[in-house]
């Protein structure tokens, strides 16, 4: 009898069997269901006394009523006795609202973390956090996977010396540095600055030789798409040939459409979100990460 339960909230019941089909069992049994009035209603079926469970619930929109029903779920777990629960939550919302802009202003993360830790949840599994500050928030245990090492395998046997890898901001250096080096290409990293009020993305120069050659990136969420599209853009203006983007997260998926009729050529999403299946195809390619939560619960679980 297996000593531990993978149970899935309604946010991403795909990855959620994808993850059960590596692990080479089953989900566990669980009713999701709605009050007349629009409240959450949860029971779980299983016997999970003494056990330790797993739930996978990714707080993407809409984003409240997500956390709700993982902390609800998890409360139901430990009223059936569970002996731990860890939350594996693929993509974190609010972890983006990492700091405090104007006067008046919510730490937004830090009060989400802090909702989550006062319930039965007794450890956190988070994939690509927007940064390390959102994970000095956690005061209980917090692991932090990177899709990077999917991306890395799919392409390792994959380029060649007319490859570049690009950091499209300050902020992805450390990581574009990682990627870069492990499938052993040059780096290269923009100047941008943004606007605060307007949100408008300037792209000043590029340190590093584009001309002639294939871009490739790795940045772990896109929101609205618009930086993307134009970091595109410019690297073609430099001389860049193709333009391939791996992310770990896309968090609007109205966005599909914008990449779409871009001039980037392949766009690699996880599925970390749930991205309608009609949306895919064309520049879009989804790659899973359910091998890297799998080998996680594995490891965990010895």
């Not at 956090?129 to 899709?147: C, E």
């Not at 969420?221 to 993307?228: I, N």
């Not at 109205?254 to 996880?270: C, N």
Request: contains cysteine; positive net charge; proline residues 3%.
């Amino acid at each position: 009898m297996s000593k531990y339960v993978l149970l899935s909230g309604s946010s991403n019941r795909p990855l959620a069997l994808k993850v059960a089909k590596e692990l080479k069992t089953k989900l566990g049994r669980i009713e999701l269901e709605e009050f007349p009035n629009g409240e959450v209603r949860v029971r779980v079926l299983d016997d999970v006394k003494d056990k330790l469970v797993f739930i996978l619930e990714s707080t993407h929109k809409p984003a409240e009523r997500r956390i709700i029903e993982l902390a609800l779920i998890a409360d139901a777990v430990k009223r059936r006795g569970a002996k731990k629960i860890v939350a594996v939550i693929p993509w974190f919302g609010y972890s983006p609202q990492d700091k405090i802009f104007r006067e008046g202003e919510p730490l937004s993360s830090k009060v989400v973390i802090r909702m989550l830790e006062a319930t039965s949840i007794s450890e956190f599994v988070v994939v690509d956090i927007h940064s390390k500050d959102v994970l000095r928030k956690f005061s209980k245990k917090v692991h932090n996977l990177s899709a990077m090492d999917v991306f890395i395998d799919y392409f390792k046997s994959k380029l060649d010396g007319s490859w570049v890898s690009v950091a499209l901001d300050n902020g992805a250096v450390d990581r574009a540095t990682q990627f870069a080096k492990a499938l052993n290409l040059p780096l290269g990293r923009f100047d941008k600055t943004r606007d605060r009020k307007t949100g408008e993305v300037m792209f000043h120069r590029l340190k590093g030789d584009v001309e002639g050659k294939n871009i490739i990136t790795f940045d772990d969420y896109v929101s609205t798409g618009g930086t993307t599209v134009k970091s595109c853009d410019f690297l073609k203006k430099e001389g860049a040939k193709k333009c391939y983007y791996c992310v770990t997260h896309l968090i609007v998926e109205s966005t599909v459409k914008k990449i779409q009729k871009s001039r980037i050529d392949l766009m690699f999403f996880s599925d970390s979100i749930c991205l309608d299946p009609k949306l895919r195809g064309k520049n879009i390619k989804v790659v899973s990460i359910a091998p890297l939560i799998s080998e996680f619960i594995e490891k965990r679980c010895r």
